[in-house]
């Protein structure tokens, strides 16, 4: 069988399992009243010393999910541009996960630009650091592993609505809808108020679910936000889903909170999307 084993267990997050259920423990803290029907979030990807606090929040404020569509960034550019990895399971300190493969089969034939390959996840931890955090809120969930490189616009917005037809197709079924997590951390090495600064330029953009627009202005800004395409994918397809759409930060912080220096910080933003329903928390 093909198992993904970690790569950064011991290093962004505890190797040991107790010590990493410890650690998941203090930071998925549950919230009174969470968010009813979401469709996807936006949670950072950096050691859990730093950016657990706000991938903690945006965990503990929504439902356990059956099956977890995670869309990675590749900060190796190993690999295809659009990489589907292969394996059967991924493997944590705290158990292995298994991949929906026939989401995955599905997803590829309908995106023929989409490669199955390993090259992309060899040194990747943008997607296998919120693994453990999903396993916690549900020992049984199912990923959909997909990583992304620097991707044209035509293909982000197919992209999107490939997933987004697959979702829906399910949802006919009867069958529970899978959450989107698009991993992303902010801007990199810039001092905490121009990180904030510009990164309000950018979640600006992703409140509006307006993909082009966050990546125009990623890109004229010089915004170091390294999920900008798993972010834009993932608004392409909720937007492709029926309803009315509602947009919240969770938690906006920076490394500079833990290692007390703010002239170089990175930055970390959680945000949940949620299909307005009259209540949006329950």
């Known amino acids: 069988m093909n198992i993904r084993y970690p790569v950064v267990a011991g290093h962004f997050y505890p190797l040991n399992a107790q010590q990493l259920k410890a650690s998941l423990d203090k930071y998925v803290i549950p919230s009174e009243k969470k968010y009813s029907d979401v469709l996807g979030i936006m949670v950072p990807h950096a050691g859990y010393i730093y950016s657990g606090k706000t991938a903690g929040m945006v965990y503990g404020s929504i439902n356990a999910p059956d099956t977890a569509i995670i869309l990675s960034p590749n900060h190796t550019g190993l690999g295809a541009p659009i990489s589907l990895h292969p394996a059967e399971k991924w493997a944590t300190p705290m158990g292995t ?80 809808r899978p959450l989107i997590v698009a991993s992303s951390d902010m801007t990199h090495f810039e001092s905490s108020e121009k990180a904030e600064a510009k990164d309000r330029q950018a979640l600006s953009q992703v409140s509006k679910l307006d993909a082009k627009g966050l990546i125009d202005t990623v890109t004229e800004n010089d915004i170091s936000m390294c999920g900008v395409f798993p972010v834009a994918v993932m608004l392409e397809a909720i937007k492709s889903l029926n309803g009315e759409i509602g947009t919240e930060l969770v938690d906006y912080s920076n490394s500079g909170e833990i290692t007390g220096d703010t002239r170089e910080v990175v930055a970390y933003a959680g945000m949940v999307f949620f299909r307005k329903s009259g209540k949006d928390r329950v």
Request: proline share 8%.
């Open 97 to 176: 996960v298994d991949v929906d493969s026939t989401f995955l089969k599905e997803f590829s034939e309908l995106l023929p630009v989409s490669r199955f390959d390993e090259a992309s996840q060899n040194r990747e931890h943008a997607l296998e650091v919120h693994i453990p955090f999903l396993q916690y809120l549900n020992p049984d969930i199912k990923i959909v592993p997909v990583t992304l490189g620097h991707l044209p616009l035509d293909i982000v917005k197919k992209a999107g609505s490939c997933l987004a037809k697959i979702i829906s197709d399910r949802m006919k079924k009867g069958m529970p």
